[in-house]
Nanobody, 123 residues
Framework: QVQLVESGGGSVQAGGSLRLSCVVS????????MGWFRQAAGKAREGVAA???????MFGYSVKGRFNISQDNAKKILYLQMNSLTPEDTAMYYC?????????????????WGQGTQVTVSS
């Protein structure tokens, strides 16, 4: 059974940083996409950052240059380092995984999701 458990969310002032972690278990595919997505109140879920099994990384337009995604394959943890946070980054952040490569920022192509961790940025 695949499980993804996020942590690291919280409240921070604008300009601050947070690092989210996602512990992945039961996911043993050699070809995959893993990513971070977010959903603000009243808005659609959007792709933030993703990485595939070849190590290719992609970012959503609004976070380029501020966020970074990385993974610790040995510990099976996916990270999202978020810097220069703004109130527009306030959202529930989700970790997701799928056993297929390709374009990894497509929300509707993922079949494994975590429960989410809330990030709130105040001005």
């Amino acid at each position: 059974q695949v499980q993804l458990v996020e942590s690291g969310g919280g409240s921070v002032q604008a300009g601050g940083s947070l690092r989210l972690s996602c512990v992945v278990s039961g996911f043993t595919y050699s070809t995959y996409c893993m990513g971070w997505f977010r959903q603000a109140a009243g808005k659609a879920r959007e792709g933030v950052a993703a990485i595939d099994s070849d190590g290719s990384i992609m970012f959503g337009y609004s976070v380029k240059g501020r966020f970074n995604i990385s993974q610790d394959n040995a510990k099976k943890i996916l990270y999202l380092q978020m810097n220069s946070l703004t109130p527009e980054d306030t959202a529930m952040y989700y970790c997701a995984a799928r056993a297929r490569g390709g374009y990894c920022l497509g929300v509707y192509e993922y079949n494994h999701w975590g429960q989410g961790t809330q990030v709130t940025v105040s001005s």
